[in-house]
């Protein structure tokens, strides 16, 4: 073996990646399969877990081939996924219907009969005060309970897209403890599973049918099976360890591992995920989620809805003859604040810190004089305040902002990218990795092939930055009235939609 080598899997809503690493973080080749997801009705979306399988053994191969890697070179194999996928197998764990996808909302009604348990697990939503999500795991498997009770009583198992390929890959049945402490109202290393709120929504059984193992990330799930390794010519000797959800497995890919770091992930929306040594709950932030990325810490989160897929909009609907680099160019000729015109980014709601379905959009302020550019870069800025404020949030309820550390969508403007670091006040590092979370699980399997003692080793040796984005003092100074005034209009914009 000419040098150890990891395989990080990135298992996404659209398709599966496999990136082949190096123990210095480096990516030697990558390789993606898509697979079909299918909307039986409004609100409805699922995918079939076979499909994931077919999909690792058509990209690994070919990841391998590109990176001119051996079986015998791979030190470990480690999966993030998407979170919330749920799946429902028999006794076989054959799955009995197809997984209901993350964005998935079916289980509006079982969510709000999970926030009306009152149950000290629901502290993380919100500091309790919710909403519970339609797109996690309690609520889904209650709409399966109450709507298809007869496969519902059959499934054996029931867990996550993560579980079943890691299952396929070993044939040992697990969940990562990263997913639970996130989406399944688990508390580890202390009450475990969510034991009295399962019993007061007379779901106690779905403990049982949960994986009775939980292993963190970087632990080992098993060795592949002989039938794994033939389907992606590999050997029987290389651990699959355990991954997480894709987003927070990013974190580590990031390199925000510390308290004092938050992970900017952008892209069709925005996700702040922050590090802290403590756990804290409060209205206006989510979480906090203890020792989901390593015992001792805990993770806070908040999130935009709707941001890149704002900018989509914008460019589909009213400049559909202009590319993003021209649109930027633009919006450099309006200076910081538009000349008076502030946008509202809610366009499909607020996540945090309103937590506010119904809330959407807006331009303010607008006049005869103001042109595309000012409407773009108003909202450019919008975003902006928006990840400013959940910032803000986070640090008044005791979370402390000291690095922040972006990834995805954003980072691809350099002007977009300047105007978050002058809103926010903070320099914003851009991650190097070209995906975050398959680097972050290739991170996590040399943590469990025993190559690095834990994240921090890891980090140090695997994680790389592009730049540092300074933040422009001045032009701080001059974003903070309409700063203000970008926090006013949510009330004022609330009231006229409550009329």
């Keep these: 073996m000419s040098q150890p080598l990891l395989i990080g899997v990135d298992g996404g809503t659209e398709s599966l990646r496999v990136g082949v690493y190096t123990l210095s973080g480096e990516e030697l080749a990558s390789a993606s399969a898509a697979y079909e997801t299918v909307f039986p009705a ?10 994931w399988w077919r999909a690792l053994c058509t990209a ?17 194999i480690t999966l993030d996924t998407t979170c919330c996928t749920v799946c429902f197998l028999d006794a076989k764990k054959r799955p009995l219907r197809p997984s209901l ?46 709507n298809q009770p007869a496969l519902y009583d059959a499934a054996e198992t029931v867990c996550e ?92 890919g990031m390199g925000v591992i510390r308290p004092g770091d938050l992970a900017l992930v952008t892209g069709s929306s925005h996700l702040h995920l922050g590090v802290t040594d403590k756990p804290l709950y409060a209205k206006g932030m989510w979480g906090a989620y203890s020792d989901v990325l390593r015992r001792g810490s805990s993770v806070v989160e908040g999130g935009q809805t709707s941001t890149g897929s704002v900018i989509n909009w914008f460019r589909r609907t009213l400049a559909p003859d202009a590319s993003y680099h021209e649109l930027d160019e633009e919006a450099l000729s309006a200076p910081p604040g538009c000349d008076g015109v502030t946008a509202q980014d809610h366009f499909q709601g607020n996540r945090t810190p309103y937590t506010d379905a119904a809330s959407r959009g807006a331009f303010t302020g607008l006049s005869l004089t103001h042109t595309r550019g000012h409407l773009f870069r108003a909202l450019l800025e919008s975003i902006a305040y928006g990840a400013r404020l959940i910032i803000e949030t986070m640090s008044d309820n005791g979370v402390p902002i000291e690095n922040v550390v972006a990834c995805g969508g954003v980072t691809r403007s350099p002007v977009w990218t300047q105007i978050h670091a002058d809103i926010i006040g903070s320099p914003v590092k851009l991650a190097a990795a070209a995906c975050a979370p398959a680097l972050g699980s290739a991170m996590f399997g040399a943590i469990g092939a025993g190559h690095y003692d834990g994240l921090d080793e890891a980090a140090e040796n695997m994680v790389r930055f592009k730049s540092t984005i300074e933040p422009n003092p001045s032009a701080h100074e001059a974003y903070h009235p309409y700063f203000e005034r970008y926090k006013s209009a949510y009330g004022a914009l609330r009231t006229i939609g409550s009329l």
């Design 101 to 146: 996808l993350w964005m998935d909302v079916r289980a509006g009604q079982q969510a709000t009969q999970v926030l009306d348990t009152g149950d000290d697990a629901l502290k993380i939503n919100n500091g309790g005060h919710g909403p519970v999500s339609a797109e996690w795991m309690i609520p889904k498997s209650l709409w399966v309970k109450e």
């Design 161 to 252: 897209y993560q579980d079943y390929l890691n299952y396929r890959l070993t044939g040992i049945m697990t969940a990562s403890a990263n997913n639970t402490g996130v989406r399944w109202h688990f508390h580890h290393h202390a009450e475990g599973a969510p034991v009295s709120l399962l019993e007061k929504l007379g779901a106690s059984e779905l403990a049982q049918k949960w994986p009775q193992t939980v292993l963190a990330p970087g632990e080992i799930v098993g060795p592949l099976t002989q039938t794994a390794a033939q389907a992606l010519h590999l050997n029987t000797s290389i651990p699959v360890v355990q991954g997480g959800a894709d987003a927070f497995i990013a974190m580590a």
């Design 42 to 51: 409004s609100g409805q979306a699922e995918q079939n877990p076979e499909d």
């Design 60 to 76: 690994l191969p070919e990841a391998m081939k590109k990176a001119d890697a051996a079986a015998g070179d791979i030190a470990a």
